[in-house]
């Protein structure tokens, strides 16, 4: 079966640290998003690419947070430096948009990355 | 007002109840709807699609009601296995399809 893989599953670090956490989408997705899930907000988007280009990331807090994707079979999500308020569930999705067409493709979620900042 | 609201129980059923839950959403150019299913701890999977002539599979009914903006989820003879939080998502056109999702909503099946 294919899947996304995310990794670390989880991650406790400290105040100020930098935390990197990766994502491999399926193979031959053009898609890929990354989301934060808390009790309080849900799932937030934070970033989305296609083709590997960034389409999206208003959501993600630009001085401390960047999302790239180096090639397509991975994809990052950096924060530094690290605060409590970011201790969340990360999640990394992937799909496949064929252009012009209306998106009827379903979205593919990795297990998500647990991370915790004291 | 959020892009995608849904209410966020929880919903507390007996096994073989109906429930339903509903989901609005405030973009009118929204074009594709789903709802996913997410159980404790674990990612979100795709339940099923959305289709403005409404379909089901199964125990699950979904629609779909452009005019007054919102989607909905029927699920018949729950069991205790339907206990999860279900998300509503929605997807808008334009440059690109941005992906919305609700804040899901609970259900706990009960004995």
């Known amino acids: 079966d294919a899947r996304v893989t995310q990794t670390p599953r989880h991650k406790v670090t400290e105040m100020g640290q930098e935390v990197t956490m990766r994502c491999q989408p399926i193979l031959g997705h053009n898609t890929v998003f990354w989301y934060r899930q808390t009790m309080m907000q849900g799932l937030e988007l934070l970033a989305y690419f296609r083709n590997r280009a960034p389409l999206d990331d208003s959501g993600m807090p630009k001085d401390r947070f960047s999302a790239e994707m180096p090639d397509a079979t991975l994809a990052t999500l950096k924060i530094q430096p690290s605060e409590p308020r970011d201790s969340a569930v990360y999640f990394c999705?992937?799909?496949?948009?064929?252009?012009?067409?209306?998106?009827?493709?379903?979205?593919?979620f990795g297990s998500g990355t647990q991370l915790s900042v004291l | 007002r959020k892009e995608v609201e849904q209410d966020p129980g929880p919903f507390n059923v007996p096994e073989g109840a109906t429930v339903a839950f509903n989901c609005t959403y405030s973009?009118?150019?929204?074009?594709?709807f789903f709802w996913y299913r997410q159980d404790c701890r674990k990612e979100p999977k795709l339940l099923m699609s959305?289709?403005?002539s409404g379909n089901e599979d199964g125990r699950f009914t979904a629609q779909l009601n452009r005019a007054s903006q919102y989607i909905s989820l029927l699920i018949r003879d729950s069991k205790l296995s339907d206990s999860a939080t279900y998300l509503c998502?929605?997807?808008?056109?334009?440059?690109?399809?941005?992906?919305?999702f609700g804040t899901g909503t609970k259900l706990q099946v009960i004995p």
């Open positions: 959305v289709y403005s």
């Open positions: 999705a992937s799909g496949l948009v064929l252009g012009g067409r209306p998106w009827d493709e379903k979205l593919f």
């Open positions: 998502v929605v997807m808008n056109s334009g440059g690109y399809q941005k992906v919305t």
């Open positions: 973009n009118s150019a929204s074009q594709s």
